[in-house]
């Protein structure tokens, strides 16, 4: 029992020296290998394998034996330097317990001897990534955006690779002037700082600030943030005065005629939050009819499109302006059946915007519209599309009767609002059909229109 003990606490310190061993093995030889590099980058002149360890080389090698030759493997760099950290009692220290034991001796030893191999064959292998302060890994074929050539090493040792043998051939060519200093990581940003949030409610000396900025710059990034920061404020009916009063209304609509969709969108946004005030309206009709040829000539469906039909629903909610609209009626509805689904709701609130004033009436049923129209009355569509082309209806036939143009019928075209909604019979037909409808809210809707037939 006491026999099989002393051997279990053999083997117990044959692995804690082998780990210790390795430990101090990795220590020595990354202290080796920076004061070879430093040697090569002052000295540029070639250094034996031995470098640091010539002055102490034949007390090592008396410790470690035969095998310390004078191209020195890892193996035997590990024995050197465990030498140097024990003194002269080296072959006592190499030892590792006594010499009883058997076979678990044996195996101690093999296992230990299995290690050092483990460690000489990893540091045969050539290139590796080396490391800076011990645990920190750079790898050089990574390059960091934004460096001088590429690189990104912190320091000039920085991380080194390929075998010895490269390093050593290639000492002397290595240049100086290839240290670069700690590169970062670049960030994109805009030409200018913006002093303030886009969602800051601003006074109105911190509104002409940004107001100056938006006049100035040409800096799409400045020009964005300034439009964002002007529209959040514009919600604010207090801030809508200040605005107007400050000369706003003209820096903002001259971004109407710039190429850039977003710039153009946000532009749309602020004056449709200042198109809520009356008097902002009276600025804003000098460029309604910029608005819409933009609208209709821009990408179908985009957000530059659904913005500018915004701002044509608030000038349109009243009566005073919707004159300068008329020329596109038939625009607004080529668009209607074109459009998406979301389109397709903005231009019919626009559209019955029209219908709400009996003077636009016979200008609207006068327009030709695509005869694919008559589809929207479909009880396929959603609820809202239908409320909305129901009301849309309701309101021209109420309209048709109040300004008494049902008896003028001869002037109007077979292709013409007119005669889709009122002559053809169609539309009627398509409305009865949605008398069954599931949706009770449509259903109560359609009785209404069918009772004013």
Known sequence: MGRTREAGCVVAG??????ACYCVYRL?????????????????SDTSEIGVETNKGPKSNAGVGAEAKPQIDSRAKVEVNLGLESGPGV???????????????AKAKALFNTLKEQASAKNNKG???????????????????????GGCHPTRSGVRTGSKASRKSK???????TRAAATTWPVRRGKFNFPYKIDDILSAPDLQKVLNILERTNDPFTQEVALVTLG??????????????LGGVPIIAKLIKTKDPIIREKTYNALNNLSVNAENQGKIKTYISQVCDD???????????????????????????QHLLSYSFPDFFALLFLGNHFTKIQVMKLIINFTENPAMTRELVSCKVPSELISLFNKEWDREILLNILTLFENINDNIKSEGLASSRKEFS????????????????????????????????????????
């Open 171 to 177: 000492g002397k060519a290595r240049s100086k002037s």
């Open 127 to 149: 290139a590796r990534v080396g490391n800076i302060s011990g645990s920190r890994i750079l790898v050089p074929s990574l390059p960091c955006p934004g460096g001088r050539g």
């Open 414 to 453: 077979r292709s013409s609002l007119f005669f889709l909604f009122k002559e053809s019979g169609v539309c009627v037909k398509k409305i009865r059909a949605l008398a069954n409808h599931n949706d009770l809210v449509v259903k109560v809707k359609v009785l209404k229109v069918l009772t004013k037939l």
């Open 295 to 321: 609208t209709m000539i821009c990408r179908i469906d985009s957000a530059v499109q659904m913005a500018g039909l915004r701002l044509l629903t608030n000038m349109t909610v009243t009566n005073h302006y």
């Open 14 to 19: 044959v692995v804690i020296g082998a780990g």
């Open 91 to 105: 072959k006592k220290g190499t030892q590792w317990g006594p010499q009883t034991g058997g076979g678990l001796e």
């Open 28 to 44: 020595a030889r990354g202290k080796d290998e920076n004061e070879k590099i430093r040697d090569d980058d002052e000295d540029s």
């Open 232 to 245: 959040n404020n514009a919600a604010y009916s207090f801030n809508q005065n200040a605005i107007r009063e």
